[in-house]
């Protein structure tokens, strides 16, 4: 009896185990690439758009989390590079070459693929970029809390290599322009928020700009990258009444006087709030032909008009979901084109990407992401989450 026992045991391990691995076999080994097959599918010159996977930072606690650089091809199929874990992480778009990061690595592709090992491992991103007027690739993350008070580290470089430094500050948005990124942060005993202005040069440099003016900081939330043109810096922030009740305001602050102005932007009354909130802060608006673009999480997308200050709702995106589950939607603006990531559980590929034109207000594209869903799904016994959406052509 108790042999019997024992092998039955056994048998129901072996079954266990054999249902496992097959689990973390079901994407097809056509979809993932080696290193070695960036330069050999010209993969950049065939992608059309980039999707940043990744595990949560708790599901790294074994070293065994994960992120995949998902490479949707002009056939509309996908190419995924498997890569460590990072949440949070994201991906910048240089000239003719893309960044790709994980937590111990930096990966500059363009016909090739280079690889830059870091010494200290980051599990949370904050922002990366690129600053085409110096040429330079940067990452920014969420390190925590340090002996003498935050750090923000950074690395940053080119195909060349690499620096590591750190900006000692809680960062709650950021922004970039051509040469500088742009960063809001947080004191969290005063709780008051300065603009400060980060620039590369010979090494990093932060430079403060000014004090945000509110009559309450307690309840304040960000909502949307740091924007600004030849004249003006322009924060969404809003002020959290209570549970279904919540202002949304517009700052816009002077560049050579610092006056700091507010509009009323969005109002939202007796509704959930948490399904308000941008698919993406750091995708969630644009500065187009004089008009600042905002699209929240209700697939509404309002405008600033910069020259009459008038404030409108353009147009919502079809068939959007009012619920606060999220199935890894994203926003991402680029040439009077709002692209979203799309989920649809009665598709055959549940995953599809539409373009929808800013000035008409009108759905110009779609197309179904084939294979996507199938690598969200099954990562290994681990659950990954879409943080980033860039479109290259």
Do not use: C, W
Not at 50 to 62: C, F, K, P, R, V
Request: glycine letters at 4%; charged letters at 25%; hydrophobic letters at 35%.
């Amino acid at each position: 009896m108790k042999k019997s026992i024992l092998i039955g045991a056994v048998l129901l391990f072996i079954a266990i185990l054999v249902i496992s691995l097959s689990k973390e076999k079901n994407i097809p080994d056509t979809s993932l690439l080696s290193t070695d097959e960036i330069s050999e599918k010209e993969l950049l010159q065939n992608t059309k758009a980039i999707i940043y996977l990744s595990t949560t930072a708790d599901q790294d606690i074994d070293n065994k989390g994960l992120s995949y650089g998902v490479f949707v091809q002009d056939d509309d199929s996908v190419q995924a590079l498997a890569m460590k874990g990072l949440e949070l992480g994201s991906v910048a778009v240089g000239k003719d070459q893309i960044l790709l990061e994980d937590k111990n690595n930096i990966n500059i592709i363009s016909d090739t693929i280079k690889k830059f090992k870091m010494d200290t491992p980051q599990y949370t991103g904050e922002r990366t970029g690129y600053l085409s007027g110096k040429e330079l690739f940067f990452s920014i993350y969420n390190s925590g809390f340090v002996e003498d008070g935050y750090s923000s580290d950074v690395r940053y470089g080119d195909s060349k290599g690499f620096n590591v430094d750190s900006i000692p500050y809680y960062i709650v948005a950021s922004g970039t322009t051509e040469n500088s990124v742009h960063i809001l942060t947080q004191d969290f005993e005063t709780n008051k928020y300065d603009l400060k202005e980060v620039t590369f040069d010979e090494e990093l440099n932060i430079k403060h700009i000014t004090t945000i003016q509110s009559e309450s900081t307690e309840n304040m939330q960000v909502l949307a990258p740091i924007l600004s043109d030849e004249n003006y810096y322009y924060l969404i922030l809003s002020t959290i009444i209570n549970d279904t009740n919540e202002t949304v305001s517009l700052y816009r602050i002077n560049k050579k006087t610092m006056e700091q102005d507010t509009f009323e932007f969005i109002d939202y009354s007796n509704v959930d709030l948490t399904a308000t909130i941008p698919y993406n802060y750091k995708n969630s608006a644009t500065i187009h032909n004089n008009k600042l673009y905002y699209a929240n999480g209700l697939g509404e997308i309002y405008s600033f008009n910069i020259n009459s200050t008038a404030v409108s709702k353009e147009f919502s995106l079809n068939k959007v979901s009012n619920s606060k589950v999220r199935q890894n939607e994203e926003t991402y603006f680029k040439e009077g084109n709002l692209y979203v990531l799309r989920y649809s559980p009665d598709k055959k590929e549940q995953y599809y990407l539409e373009s929808y034109s800013l000035e008409k207000g009108i759905l110009t594209d779609s197309i179904d992401i084939h294979g996507l869903d199938t690598i969200i799904k099954e990562s290994q016994n681990k659950k990954v989450y879409s943080y980033d959406l860039k479109i290259l052509k």
